[in-house]
Every structure is written in C-alpha cells, then in structure tokens.
C-alpha cells in the first residue's frame, strides 16, 4: 500500500489495510471451509455425502455470478469514465489460454449433464444443478476477465474487495474439487496395476464412488465416464489461472498506477526456428511414450518395467537437454549489462513466487524417491533410472526458475534516443522524391552537430524543389560529407547490434525450446502416466498410504508448475 504525504493520507490509508486483511481472512475461512467438506467426502465421513459438497460450491458460484454481474452493470454506467489500467496483467495471450481451458471445459460439463441424465434414477438433483451453473460461471468469468483484468479499482474498494477475493477462492475450491476427483481416478488405476509388479503384499481397495444403479445407455455411459477423466487436466488449469488473474486484480484495488506507455511485445515465429523444431520433436517424442507408456503398464510386469524404464530414459534426456539450454541463457546474461525493473508490480511479483512454491511440490517427490533408492533393501533394474531421473528434476527447476524470474524482471533495451535511421534521400531536379531502398544511414546527433548539419527530414518536411541549383548542390556535398564522417561509427554501431542481434536471438530460441519442452513435460502426469505411482519402490519404503499421501498433495503443484512455467516463458519471448 502506497504511503502518500502528510498524517491525513496516512490514516486514511488505515481503512483500506484493514479491508484488505479482513478480506483476505474471510477468503481464507471460505476456503479451509470447503476444504474440509471435500477432505470429508473423500474419506466417507458420516453424514457428508457428495451433494453437501456440491452445494457448498453452487452457492460460491451463485454469489460470485451476482457480484460479477453487478461490477459489469456498474462498468457500463461508468464506461465513459477513464479509468486505471495495469497493463502487466492479463496480457492477450494468457487471456487466449484461459479461453481454450474453458472451451474444454465447457466441453467437460456438457458430458457431466449427459453422465448425470444416464443416471438420474440414483444420483443427486445437485449432479445435474452442478455442471450448468458451472458452465454459466465458467462463461460469464471468462468474459469478465477479458474485459476487466486489468482494471485498477479507485471505488466501491472495501466491498470490491470481499467480491474479487471471494472469486479467487472459490476458483481454488473448484480446483481442489478437479484435482481430488481427477487423482481418486488416477489412483483407483494405479492400484489395480500394482499387482503387475508384484507388489502383492499391499492391499487394492477401490475407492468407489460410482452410481448404484444401471445405465440407461451403456455405450454413452462409457463415453462420458472415460471422457470426463481425460479433460479434467484442462479444467484444473483453468480454474487455477483464473485465480491466479484474479488474485492480481485484487492486489490492484485501490493501487497507485504509474502512468506511462508500456512498449508492445508480440510474438513473432521469425527467428526461433531452431528453437521449435527441437521443441517439437521434444513435444512429439513425449506424446508417442506417454501412448505407449498407458498401453504397456498394467499389462504384465515385464511390459510396466520396460514401460517405466522408456520413460525414464526419455525424460532423463529432455531435462539435460533443457538443464543445458537454461545454463547457456544464464551465461548470456551474465555477458549483458543490463539493470533489474525494481518496481512494484503484482502480477510479476505472483509469477516469481508461484514458479518457486510451485516447484516445491516435485522437489519434494524427487527427494522422495531419492531416499527410497537410498534406503531400499531391493532395487529392481529399471528404479535406478529413478536416480539420475530425480535428482535432473530438482536441478532443471532451479536453473529455468532462474532463468525466468531473471527474464522477466530485467529491463526491457532501450533504443538510444541519438541513434536514428535513415534512408539516403535522393532528389532530383524535378518534384520526384525517391527513397533508396539499398542503403541506410545511421544519423549520429553528435557527428550532425559538428557538421553543422541537421536532416531535412528532423525538421518535418522534405527539402523543396524551390531551391535552386547552388543550393541543391550544396546540400547534396553536405550529405556526401556526413555520410563519410559517419562511416566509422556506422561500422561500430553495427558490429555492437550484430552480437546484441545473436544474443537475442538465442536467448529467443531458449525461450521457445523451454516453453514446448514444459507443455511436454505437463502432459505425462496431467494424463495419467505418473511413475511416482508405478515405481513401488516409494510405496514399500514409505508405505502404501504415506507416499499415496504425498504423491496426491505435490503432482497437482507439480503439473501446475509445467503450464506455469511455459506461459511465463512465452512472455520471456514476446519481451527478448
């Protein structure tokens, strides 16, 4: 919170703290609430059924649907007025990924309905209430953010607050909701498996939540209970990047923005060629072994050890490849002289403690399964690949989180405002201007004021026709002149921008071979293919349920961390 001048503005600024702290204790309440109603539906807790859970969560949406219309309602009556923008958050491209999560999960509630229709005779009214309210959250959030993530609220701050926190946490508790329903799945798959790698020791008892009743049509039942499971990733991301857009539209209300233009950074596919063809290989590989990966394990022991050990021979190579590629981008850096942008920005400051707390979740399951090989009386061929495998995952996140949060806090290179180019300007005797496209001139305000000499272009016009032919011939000598003095520097200038050039455009082609190599990685555990479950080393050195434990708390953070981190290497190479 900014401190302006004088005791008066100070304690004004008083009421606005406090709001914020309440606010965020009501959000935080909210939450633990939900939390604990999901924890006790997932145990079986007496009394709480899955109908007490999604009505907690029909009701979250419900309030954040009325106060989403009423911020729109008011922002129409007020659209004239000129209002604060931060333009760091909700850039374009983040507000496109955000719409495709949604699409997809529109796309999820619509097999939810047909799921809940086939087995309507036993499933709760709030099976079916669930996915349409959820679909009109879905879409009316989405447009809310498309029009207001950037705003900057001055008014209304102690009630807009309590709206916007309430969001994100509801959009937390929708994830939760994803990501616990999603690895009870996984997990329910895992442990019909484990008997293949004879692990007969450990007790397989399913965690069923199905319908008690019969379909009413088997081949659709089948399509939308094995459809849901496959676009659940998807709306795991979506609800956690919506938070996440939320969280700093909350942290913006009542900030003092600093009024000046932010330089455009689109991105361009023109000279990351390298980059994404090797991204590409990288992303098509991982699809292929993650294919064959869920054919084979399960099947016998055999295919799973095999199954595993492709996997990790695979991955071992992509995160020296990317552990190589992050130490060469650092090494660049440490070439540059450039500063730091210290300035406040929310929405930097989230990316930066999202990367590493998010990180948090597979350091723990690497140094997991560290100590399992360590400590494991036995140890199958196919675990010690686990080794290099784990211990290339807690290195490859240190350096890109590095390499990122270094990216995006650097200032952006400025142009020297002395240096401006030119192309040579011939003219005729007549009234034809002609511009030659050959060659250019790098105009030195310096070398133009020894010269005595200024562009006609400077002084907003181009030399007339009217002169006459002395003076024609003068300027077109001075012209010669300066383009001689200007040889040398000229010379200079370019041999500095050619090696600033190819830093750049390495450091583009890291950007884009890191950013298809973590989409890469996000898939495997978003679609199942988890070797933390299939190992069994953890699971005997641990026990069964510790790891299970452990396993279902880090792989959320840990596949959030992949699409985290690729979105804020797509912004790295929008702003190389």
């Known amino acids: 919170m900014e401190q302006a001048a004088g005791c008066p503005a100070v304690g004004g600024s008083y009421p606005q703290k406090n709001a914020e702290i309440l606010s965020s204790q009501y959000g935080i309440n909210l939450f633990l609430a939900g939390l604990l109603l999901t924890f006790a539906w997932a145990v079986h807790a007496v009394g709480i059924s899955k109908s ?43 507000k496109c990924g955000i719409t495709l ?16 229709i086939d087995f309507s005779n036993c499933l709760s009214p709030t099976e079916g209430i669930f996915p349409v309210t959820h679909a009109v959250h879905t879409i009316l959030q989405v447009y809310f953010l498309w029009c207001h993530a950037k705003d900057v ?22 994830w939760t909701n994803g990501v616990l329903t999603e690895s009870k799945h996984q997990l329910n798959e895992h442990k019909e498996r484990l008997i293949t790698l004879g692990f007969g020791n450990i007790t397989i008892v399913l965690d069923d939540h199905a319908p008690q009743c019969n379909c009413t049509t088997t081949t659709l039942c089948s399509i939308f209970s094995q459809g849901i499971y496959y676009l659940y990733p998807f709306n795991i991301e979506y609800h956690i990047l919506a938070s996440t857009m939320l969280y700093v539209l ?5 900030r003092k923005v600093e009024h000046h233009q932010q330089t455009k950074t689109p991105f361009k596919f023109h000279g990351i060629t390298v980059g994404m063809i090797f991204g590409l290989i990288v992303l098509t590989s991982t699809i ?23 996997f ?46 998010t990180a948090a979740g597979s350091w723990l399951l690497s140094w997991g399964s560290i100590l399992a090989i360590i400590c494991a009386q036995g140890h199958p061929k196919y675990t010690w690949y686990n080794l290099p495998y784990s211990v290339l995952v807690i290195i490859e996140k240190y350096i890109q989180n590095l390499f990122i949060i270094e990216s995006i806090h650097r200032e952006q290179e400025k142009v020297n405002e002395d240096i401006k180019t030119l192309r040579i300007v011939t ?53 010669d002149n300066s383009l001689v003095m200007h040889s040398a520097s000229d010379f200079s200038f370019y041999s500095r921008n050619s090696v600033t050039n190819n830093k750049r455009r390495i450091l583009k082609n890291i950007a884009a071979f890191l950013f298809l190599c973590n989409l890469s990685l996000w898939i495997p555990p978003a679609f199942g293919c988890r070797p933390e479950y299939d190992n069994g080393l953890e699971e005997i050195v641990f026990g069964f349920e510790p790891w299970i434990i452990v396993v279902n708390l880090a792989m959320p953070f840990s596949i959030f961390y992949r699409m985290h981190s690729a979105a804020s290497l797509f912004e790295v190479n929008c702003k190389t």
């Open 153 to 174: 609220i001055q008014s209304f701050k102690t009630l807009e607050r309590f709206g916007v926190i309430h969001s994100v946490f509801t959009n937390l508790l929708l």
């Open 52 to 94: 007490h859970l999604l009505s907690y969560l029909i009701t979250l949406m419900l309030i954040q649907l009325l106060w989403m219309l009423w911020y729109l309602c008011r922002s129409c009556t007020q659209r004239r007025l000129i209002r604060d923008k931060d333009t760091h958050a909700g850039a374009r491209w983040l």
């Open 427 to 479: 003219i005729s005797r007549g009234s034809t201007l002609s511009l030659s496209p050959l060659y250019k001139e790098i105009y030195n305000g310096r070398a133009a004021r020894d010269s005595g000499d200024i562009p006609c272009l400077f002084k907003g016009s181009i030399c007339g026709t009217e002169n006459n032919a002395a003076g024609v011939a003068r300027e077109e000598t001075s012209q």
């Open 312 to 357: 990790y021979l695979h991955a071992i190579f992509v995160l020296a490849l990317m552990c190589t590629a992050g130490i060469v981008a650092l090494l660049i850096y440490r070439l540059e002289d450039r500063s730091l942008d210290n300035s406040k920005n929310p929405a930097r400051k989230l990316d930066a403690e999202l990367l590493v707390g």
């Open 250 to 254: 909350w942290k913006n209300i009542g």
């Open 288 to 310: 292929g072994i993650v294919v064959v990966y869920l054919i084979q394990i399960g099947g016998s022991k055999i295919k799973s050890e095999l199954a595993l050990t492709m």
């Open 101 to 116: 999560f949604a699409v997809i999960t529109l796309i999820l509630d619509s097999f939810k309905i047909g799921y809940y």
